[in-house]
């Protein structure tokens, strides 16, 4: 699985768009980038995946760079309830998930 | 949809004791991971399966952690004896296929 690199922690006003950066050089053709997060005391959540083409859905898009070495994460409208760990994992369908330290995003008010 | 269901939610064991975690995946998925989350860092794979055959353990102690998931379904996972560094939340997964899945609640076991 490519390696990948996220901030270590992130902050956001309420309201307005999140962007969760993710970086993936050595990613590999046949790799999507799966993004989860995980609301304190909860198992992770889905969000989303992707493998070339943006993605959206309805809790939030997912911009790939042409290049695909990047990946953006955007939440549109940040609540309270969206503070939470972001892991973003780069894989090869069918898979599993090896999940590395993640973003802290903190939403505040 | 009922989501997959782990017990006992906390347990607290001094070392050396045992202690079995249970779970019931969503009703049909044949793929069951368990993963274990030390605080301050992301889950880490311990054992997967495929109905009730074993795909990787490479990352389970095996000389103190076992698990099984007879009949396909539910699964258990079991320390014995536990030490210190094994207190972390124990998550368990399951999906159809693919990857990733839908995660429990999670199991806090705290050794003392």
């Known amino acids: 699985d490519a390696k990948t690199t996220q901030p270590t922690s992130m902050d956001c006003a309420e309201g307005r768009a999140a962007n969760l950066p993710c970086n993936h050089s050595?990613?590999?053709?046949?790799?999507?980038v799966y993004w989860y997060r995980q609301i304190h005391s909860q198992g992770p959540q889905y969000i989303i995946h992707?493998?070339?083409n943006n993605e959206t859905n309805e809790m939030a898009s997912l911009i790939i760079t042409e290049d695909r070495k990047s990946s953006t994460l955007i939440l549109p409208h940040a609540t309270l309830r969206d503070t939470a760990v972001y892991y973003c994992i780069a894989t090869e369908y069918g898979n599993k998930l090896v999940f590395g330290a993640g973003t802290i995003l903190r939403v505040k008010s | 949809e009922a989501g997959v269901a782990q017990s006992p939610r906390y347990k607290i064991i001094e070392k050396r004791q045992s202690v079995a975690f249970w779970c019931n995946p969503i009703?049909?998925?044949?793929?069951l991971y368990w993963y274990q989350q030390i605080l301050g860092q992301g889950p880490k794979l311990l054992i997967q399966f495929q109905n009730n055959g074993v795909v990787d353990d490479s990352q389970l102690p095996k000389d103190r952690f076992s698990a099984e998931r007879l009949k396909g379904v539910d699964s258990t996972l079991k320390i014995q004896p536990a030490k210190l560094e094994d207190s972390a939340v124990y998550l368990c997964?399951?999906?159809?296929?693919?990857?990733?899945?839908?995660f429990g609640p999670g199991t806090r076991l705290t050794v003392t």
């Open positions: 009703s049909g998925h044949a793929t």
């Open positions: 050595t990613i590999s053709g046949n790799e999507y």
């Open positions: 992707g493998l070339k």
């Open positions: 997964a399951s999906s159809l296929g693919g990857t990733g899945g839908l």
